[in-house]
């Protein structure tokens, strides 16, 4: 099926931010991927991001993978956020344990543990993942 362009809506594909460079500044985006418009919130800002390595795998989020994401500074409870964590973009299910953010990786590599931040640490929430693109050619 071919998107007509009242039909889609081109979100920017944006990479992470090294150097300090907010992640969504114009020399970060690489390209601009069509989404169908029903898969959209009306008013509400949308980003598309490369997922790299395999920290998310048990969510359907494999290296490679182009992710949906709805632009939003917080988070509840088992969302899957992305993270500034020091200026790198990260994926992972967000919790709150008292005053503590844990941000957990849901994947079949034990390699990947949780991560532990308290108020006033870098860490910045950036959106919340709608779902995995899919492109067909």
Do not use: W
């Not at 920017?12 to 169908?36: D, K, R, S, Y």
């Not at 990260?90 to 849901?106: C, Q, S």
Request: proline share 6%; charged share 25%.
């Amino acid at each position: 099926m071919v998107l007509s362009k009242e039909e889609s809506v081109n979100i920017p594909l944006v990479g992470a931010a090294p150097c300090g460079t907010p992640l969504f500044a114009e020399e970060n985006i690489e390209q601009l991927i069509p989404v169908p418009k029903e898969k959209l919130q009306s008013g509400l800002r949308y980003f598309i991001l490369r997922a790299t390595g395999d920290s998310m795998n048990k969510a359907g989020i494999n290296d490679g993978d182009l992710i949906l994401c709805k632009q939003k500074l917080t988070a509840r409870e088992n969302d899957l956020v992305v993270a500034l964590i020091d200026d790198e973009a990260t994926v992972k299910e967000f919790h709150l344990e008292g005053d503590t953010i844990v941000l957990k990786p849901r994947s079949t590599n034990p390699e990947h543990q949780p991560r532990y931040f308290t108020k006033g640490e870098n860490l910045k929430i950036q959106g919340i993942v709608q779902e995995v693109v899919r492109l067909f050619a």
